[in-house]
């Protein structure tokens, strides 16, 4: 069974034992503190460059934010013991279109793997993500919409697009329907800091 985790908790537990402030956190990640409160508080989820930008600002393993604490130089992650996290956009519980799943934790890597589930977004407006790094997609099912800096292409199954992750980016499923990527995120410098 894929357990749903509760990453908002975790990085208020991580922030706290690291005695930093929610000023000093939401300042190192370019937040307001009110939106750190609200992703401690699992009013919304953080997307995927949030959590390379809070793991990084935090010096955590990515993975200790999915409860994943790895011990072998190897990951292996059964179909049922993935760990998912739902995006929303609000206490209202909108979704903000994708909901993401953790495919890897291993010591010392540059990369970090997600299954990535997108589906047409409830809220009214996503902004553009970024973050440091680099980022690969590949798409599984359906129709996925990427744009990087006003520049939008649709992808279908089989369809790649590789890019730097410092762009502004959406990615979003195109049309009605749902769509599945792989989503391989890399950063430059280890994403498991010790």
């Known amino acids: 069974m894929i357990e749903d985790i509760k990453v908002g908790e975790k990085i208020k537990k991580l922030r706290e034992e690291k005695s930093i402030s929610l000023e000093t956190l939401s300042g190192k990640i370019g937040i307001s503190p009110a939106e750190l409160a609200e992703i401690e508080d699992q009013m919304i989820s953080p997307s995927l460059g949030m959590l390379i930008n809070l793991s990084q600002a935090l010096k955590v393993p990515m993975g200790l934010l999915f409860d994943e604490d790895p011990e072998e130089p ?42 990535v589930t997108l589906s047409p977004p409830e809220a009214l407006e996503i902004g553009p993500n970024r973050h440091a790094g680099e980022e690969f997609i590949f798409v599984l099912e359906g129709q996925v919409e990427v744009e990087l800096e006003g520049h939008k292409e649709v992808l279908s199954p089989g369809d790649s697009i590789y890019y730097d992750s410092n762009l502004p980016h959406v990615v979003s499923s195109y049309g009605d329907g749902e769509a599945k990527i792989l989503a391989v995120i890399s950063s430059e410098e280890e994403m498991i800091i010790f």
Do not use: H, I, Q, T
């Open 74 to 115: 190897f990951c292996l992650v059964r179909a049922n013991e993935r760990k998912s996290v739902s995006r929303f956009a609000s206490v209202d519980g909108l979704s903000y279109g994708y909901s993401y799943e953790s495919l890897g934790s291993a010591k010392n890597r540059k990369m970090e793997p997600f299954l």
